[in-house]
């Protein structure tokens, strides 16, 4: 999220400058460090306005994407319909299907993340009915308006290669400069994209510190004592946040590096994050639903989509899993092959150490807790979201 975020705010500058800035991999590592830091403050010390926070975000994504929409509609030369639905562009070497599957991981890292309210599920006073909606809800408002504004791209660019081949590396920062012809309207726009990935890294923060501390709490982590530690006057576990972020920072020198490493922890992400939603799902059916949800759930699909949809997520993920560790075309080299399963590899390595060390000793998970009915923290976010009794009641 913040490398995306880096990205952007270093496109704005070129095209700010007129093209006098230019792109270094350093330069956009220190923009990577610079998110990172605003993250952890605000997680540190604006914890009592993050519900807010997180709300105007959502307004200001969907502001964001509206009005780009509409910039874009009224200055851009158009492509036709059938362009946009019926043309399909296969450079990679890989037959169409093959290409077609390939493809998708872009789509998935799209709407990767809704995991983050899980990671929250103890500061949440009706946790058991509000998180799956919010999960709900952000795939369907992100799917909506995600295709959305694809769609205005795919109708107002022209040129593919010349987007490609801008200076900003940015296609969308270039596709605004041509459609505007003011550099300013590109910078300030491109700026209120990174905004928007500023917003996904604070909540990055927020997920993956709140998933290290219950993890260090329930002794599943090395040095639990020391990370497991809640400030006793912020009220926010602020060494999970500080390791959290030192981590990010070091796998972020991976960009300095040679590309096609980052490219592979780009996309083990995306990986990782869909096998891990997987997995409580296939517990789920193998275990039994009876078994594993409460009856009734606080949350349904009903039983019939409910199994639908528990089987063809099982399958999505395990057959797009197969394809993401696909090379991204070919004839295959050192330069184009896909080192995910390396990655995958040496991930496993490591669970499997954890668990070797940790299997006597972790002591959770504890769902009292993951439902938020034991915690201070959930205790005191559930008294300041009950409306004040007036004097007159």
Not at 129 to 144: C, E, H, K, Q, T
């Amino acid at each position: 999220m913040e490398e995306i975020d880096s990205r952007f705010l270093v496109a704005a500058a070129v095209v700010g400058s007129g093209g006098t800035y230019q792109i270094t991999q350093w330069s956009t590592y220190l923009m990577f460090v610079a998110v990172s830091i605003i993250g952890v403050l605000l997680n540190i010390y604006a914890f009592p306005i993050q519900n807010r926070w997180n709300e105007g975000a959502l307004y200001w994504s969907i502001a964001s994407v509206v009005v780009i929409s509409i910039v874009l509609l009224a200055t851009a030369p158009k492509t036709d319909a059938e362009f946009v639905f019926t043309n399909f562009s296969n450079t990679t070497g890989w037959s169409d299907g093959t290409a077609w599957m390939l493809g998708l991981l872009q789509s998935a890292l799209s709407l990767i993340g809704f995991d983050a309210v899980a990671h929250m599920t103890e500061e949440m006073p009706h946790p058991a009915r509000d998180a799956p909606i919010a999960m709900v809800s952000a795939v369907l408002v992100g799917g909506v308006t995600g295709i959305a504004f694809i769609l205005v791209m795919l109708f107002c660019f022209v040129d593919l290669d010349l987007l490609l081949a801008s200076p900003t590396q940015s296609p969308l920062t270039e596709l605004i400069y041509q459609a505007t012809g003011s550099s300013a309207a590109a910078a300030i726009l491109s700026v209120a994209v990174a905004l928007c990935f500023v917003n996904g890294a604070n909540g990055c923060v927020t997920s993956g510190s709140r998933l290290l501390w219950a993890m260090a709490r329930d002794n599943g982590t090395p040095f639990s004592r020391y990370l497991s530690h809640l400030h006793p006057k912020l009220n926010v576990p602020v060494r999970a946040i500080v390791a959290q972020a030192i981590f990010n920072l070091l796998f972020g020198l991976i960009y300095l590096g040679p590309e096609v490493a980052f490219n592979a922890y780009i996309a083990s992400c995306t990986l990782f994050l869909n096998l891990s939603y997987a997995a409580p799902i296939m517990i789920l059916l193998i275990r039994g639903r009876h078994i594993v949800l409460a009856n009734p759930p606080e949350f349904s699909l009903g039983k019939t989509l409910g199994y639908i949809m528990n089987y063809t997520a099982v399958i999505f993920v395990l057959v797009t899993s197969v394809f993401f560790c696909f090379p991204p075309a070919i004839p295959i080299n050192l330069s184009t092959m896909n080192y995910v399963t390396a990655v995958l590899g040496i991930f496993i390595v490591f669970v499997a150490g954890l668990w070797i060390v940790k299997r006597k000793t972790y002591n959770g998970p504890k769902l009292d807790l993951i439902l938020g009915e034991d915690l201070p923290v959930a205790n005191l976010v559930s008294q300041e979201l009950k409306p004040e009794k007036t004097s007159d009641s």
